[in-house]
């Protein structure tokens, strides 16, 4: 089945700093990566997400990078904000006849200092 | 946007009893719903697939007659912990796919305290 692995686990970084998680997935049916940012006790958000078809996607401070045949994908987020701080997980689908689930990784704790 | 919405928010219940959990998309209709299980400062871990209107698709290592999974209409999905014990506590968040496509809508979370 689909294993995702993500690093780094921690990440502290300066205000207006750039971060950078990486995550690498296994199944290469995978063909949707979805980033959620998740806070204390919260539900996961989506932040951003990308399809196969397509190897760069950005919005805004954050983009995402995928590398079809290396088979990883990662988040940028550029001048970072205290706001920012949060645990982030990155995700693969995996298609099975249930339906299309999501394989998380184990998660990125972001802390940015001002 | 899609909301979903999950009852209760908090529940603490006693060793040996029941909990049921609901999940509701509150504005679509969702065919598949999905159960996570979150330990504390860990990941979103998949325990089943739920399709409206057929058996669970159960994750390995998930007992089926543990929880309980029932998806009777588009929009609402329940998850039964049975016999629950303190191992069960834990953050159960529920999620929801629009029409056809990928994105998966969460809900707010049910954090368990079985006492």
């Known amino acids: 089945g689909e294993n995702v692995e993500q690093h780094p686990s921690t990440l502290s970084v300066q205000e207006g700093d750039s971060a950078v998680i990486k995550c690498t997935y296994s199944d290469s049916a995978s063909n949707y990566f979805p980033w959620y940012k998740q806070e204390l006790g919260k539900r996961p958000q989506l932040i951003i997400d990308i399809r196969s078809n397509v190897g760069e996607k950005k919005d805004q401070r954050i983009a995402v990078t995928l590398n079809k045949t290396a088979k990883h994908f990662s988040l940028h987020i550029t001048e970072t904000q205290p706001e920012d701080s949060a645990v982030y997980f990155c995700a693969a689908s995996r298609a099975n006849q249930a339906g299309t689930a999501l394989i998380f990784g184990k998660g990125t704790t972001l802390s940015v200092s001002s | 946007g899609a909301v979903v919405s999950q009852h209760p928010s908090r529940v603490i219940c006693k060793s040996g009893t029941s909990v049921k959990i609901e999940c509701r998309s509150l504005?679509?209709?969702?065919?598949?719903m999905f159960w996570y299980r979150q330990f504390p400062k860990k990941s979103l871990m998949l325990m089943a697939t739920s399709n409206e209107g057929s058996k669970a698709t159960y994750e390995q290592g998930v007992e089926k007659d543990k929880f309980l999974i029932n998806h009777a209409s588009l929009t609402l999905s329940t998850l039964t912990v049975t016999s629950a014990h303190p191992e069960d506590s834990s953050f159960y968040i529920c999620?929801?796919?629009?029409?056809?496509?990928?994105?998966?809508?969460f809900g707010p979370g049910t954090r368990l305290t079985v006492t």
């Open positions: 504005d679509f209709q969702a065919t598949t």
């Open positions: 999620s929801a796919i629009r029409d056809r496509g990928n994105e998966q809508y």
